[in-house]
């Protein structure tokens, strides 16, 4: 595939021609939402779980679009016949629409939809062997954070305090409880518990987080969900993070500080290969 597969619209358009309008809300006012779904060995790995999701996202902005799920999969089934890929990422974005700029949210308009089929580019095992490093930094998002928005400035930004500390991430931190990573969940082991925050309004509920708690379960692992402040966080004997293209990723260092041994714990490396195995379908799918 020499170019991302690009369905705008309802129909497939030239990655280098796909436009959008300089009024469309999603460019003025980030006025949309998004999904990210993985395919692997040529499956989509959990895509009715990353619709309920987008489904979700669109109720809590109040954007209506008419495609039916078996829309949506018929669209992504053709984007990737077509990439000849067996590992790619479909990303799924969908604007309010295009309508003179006014913070008034607009009537009657035309949703924009999109939907680009790319490789999917793993990282280095290097990093699932030695785990990453991360900061905190305050989380000043908004208090949505359970809807899938293309509002991803803080995200970003918090990213890029992380490079410039020498680090590979950041965790934000809110009134002194751990909410979420950049783009991912968040997870401790803390004497063979796996604990991960509630999936309340200050996280997205991660589907690979959903996933991971049940492979825990399955594994006989007891599992809870509740809030984490952050000096216990920082005492715990493991931590990971999870997300689509993530995966299981461990985390060994929090502020400077070693997380347990300093090296990636038994129970991250136990789930990391369950959900591996899933996720290949050695084991079934979801």
Known sequence: MDQPLVWMNGALVEYDSAKISIEDRGFQFS????????????RYFAFQPHLDRMRLSLKSVEIEVSMSDSDFRSVADTLLAQSHEREVTLYIQITRG???RSHVIPRN???????????????????????????TVEDQRWLRCDVKTTGLLANGLARERARRANADDAIFVRDG?????????????????????????????????????????????????????????????????TSTTMEVLPVV????????????????????????NVLRGVTGGR
């Open 253 to 276: 260092e929090i502020d400077q500080t070693p997380v347990g041994s300093g090296k990636v714990g038994l129970v991250t490396r136990l789930l990391r290969e369950s959900y591996q």
């Open 98 to 100: 295009t309508a003179p």
């Open 31 to 42: 006025d949309g939402i998004y999904e990210v779904v993985r395919a692997v060995e040529g």
């Open 109 to 135: 308009t035309t949703p924009t939809l999109i939907m680009i089929l790319r490789p999917f580019h793993r990282m280095d095992e290097t990093v699932y062997t030695n785990g990453v490093k991360v900061i």
């Open 177 to 241: 409880w751990v909410t979420e990573g950049t783009s991912t969940n968040v997870f401790m082991v803390q004497n063979g518990e796996v604990i991960t925050p509630m999936a309340d309004h200050r996280i997205l509920r991660g589907i690979t987080r959903d996933v991971v708690l049940s492979l825990a379960r399955e594994r006989a692992l007891k599992t809870m969900e509740r809030e984490i402040g952050l000096g216990e966080f920082k005492q715990a004997g493991e931590a990971f993070f």
